[in-house]
Structures are given as C-alpha cells and as structure tokens.
C-alpha cells in the first residue's frame, strides 16, 4: 500500500531555511500528484504546494510564494519542499500527500488519499 515518510522537521530561526523531504514507496510514484499541506491544533489543514507526476507544473500556496520551492525525483521515490526565509508564523506540522490523478496538480486536500505522518517545524522569533 501507499507510504508516505516525512523528515527534515526541526527548529530554526527566523529568516532560516529547512528542506523537507518525504520518501514514498508502494505505488508507482510517478503517476501521482504530491502535496504539501500544514496545519495547526484546532485548525483547518491549509495547502502549501503541489506538484504533477511529471514535475513540470507546480503550485504554492500565496502565503509560501518567493519563499517555498517543491521539486520532486521520481527516481529516487521524494518528493520535496525547500523553505526558505522562515518566519514564525510557519511553525505547524506538515504533511506530504498522495493524489492519485497525473495531468494536475490539486491544491484542494479532499483530492489527496495517502498522508504522511507529519513533520514538525518550528521558527523562532
């Protein structure tokens, strides 16, 4: 079945840079979508950025615009969001997602089926 492993969570400070990485395994990476999402406690899930199976098209939510990049290696199974001029209110936990469709890349978590267990980040002031 679909697994989906988060790592590369931590602290850091404000304006600092964390990469995070999630490993797949289980199905034909390739010909799924990928996703970032993050949410808070007591708070909606909230899209970060997405990818298709291919790589070539990419979407990020306003808020991470000029600061997140997404990439992804379909040989190596990874998905990846690189974070970049950190600030406080991007501590949450982040999650990686699965959507099985090829030709788009959602931004909508309903269209994702296979989660990751999450990573922590957390930017101090």
């Known amino acids: 079945q679909v697994r989906l492993v988060e790592s590369g969570g931590g602290l850091v400070q404000a304006g600092g840079s964390l990469r995070l990485s999630c490993a797949a395994s289980g199905y034909t990476f390739s010909r799924f979508a990928m996703g970032w999402f993050r949410q808070a406690p007591g708070k909606e899930r909230e899209f970060v950025a997405s990818?298709?199976?291919?790589?070539?098209?990419?979407n990020l939510a306003d808020s991470v615009k000029g600061r997140f990049t997404v990439s992804r290696d379909n040989a190596k199974y990874r998905l990846y969001l690189q974070m970049d001029s950190l600030k406080p209110e991007d501590t949450t936990v982040y999650y990686c997602?699965?959507?099985?469709?090829?030709?788009?890349?959602?931004?909508?978590?309903?269209?994702?089926?296979?989660w990751g267990q999450g990573t922590q980040v957390t930017v101090s002031s």
């Open positions: 990818i298709r199976g291919n790589g070539y098209t990419s």
């Open positions: 997602a699965a959507a099985a469709t090829y030709g788009v890349a959602p931004t909508t978590s309903n269209d994702y089926g296979s």
